[in-house]
């Protein structure tokens, strides 16, 4: 098993290697999501990670295909990847809060207010700030999958109580999101 993760990294730092700045090749990548075989998306996933902000186009691009696959690996990339930092993968993020699939609206919301996941060098757009609490208020607490609305619902009720402590310190993370 080390043996095929080492081979897999291997590949993965080729990749980013022989791509040289070809978006082609990080669409392709991309289209590697879909693949149920781990030595073909495995790779993918790796390169996209350790690539660098050149990918983030190829990313923003996969948050729209159809593919369930694609769209929610694009996501943990650009979550693991640290590119949740960079604007326009904010903005692209942001419609995926309305994703039919909860388990993709889920990593969304983890995605957008993880501090920890952002590589501030793989990010050179600003990111807009967002109000966690007003997208909890309009968006979250009413989500139509209840074990999600459910831990939207915690966090929003943290998030209300520190509003209402006067002096209270933000809180950095919350177990609902790891």
């Known amino acids: 098993m080390k043996a095929a993760a080492r081979e897999m990294w291997r590949q993965a730092t ?3 290697v022989d791509a040289a700045g070809d978006e082609r090749i990080y669409a392709q990548w991309v289209a590697c999501l879909a693949s149920h075989d781990v030595r073909v998306q495995v790779p993918a996933i790796w390169a996209l990670q350790h690539a660098g902000a050149v ?3 190829a990313l923003v691009e996969g948050l729209c295909n159809r593919q369930t696959r ?3 690996n694009c996501v943990d990339v650009i979550d693991h990847g640290g590119y949740g930092g ?4 904010v903005i692209a993020l942001l419609p995926l809060l309305h994703d039919p699939v909860p388990h993709i609206r889920r990593a969304v919301w983890h995605t957008l207010f993880c501090e920890r996941c952002v590589v501030p060098v793989h990010c050179e757009v600003v990111v807009p700030v967002l109000d966690e609490y007003t997208l909890l ?3 979250g607490i009413h ?3 209840a074990k999600l609305q459910s831990q939207l619902l915690q966090r929003w009720r943290v998030l209300d109580a520190q509003r209402s402590t006067p002096n209270s310190s933000p809180a950095v993370t919350s177990p609902i999101w790891r």
């Open 86 to 89: 960079d604007g326009r993968c």
């Open 70 to 72: 694609i769209r929610r």
């Open 143 to 145: 989500d139509s999958n």
């Open 14 to 16: 080729q990749m980013v």
């Open 55 to 57: 990918v983030i186009p």
């Open 137 to 139: 208020s309009t968006i």
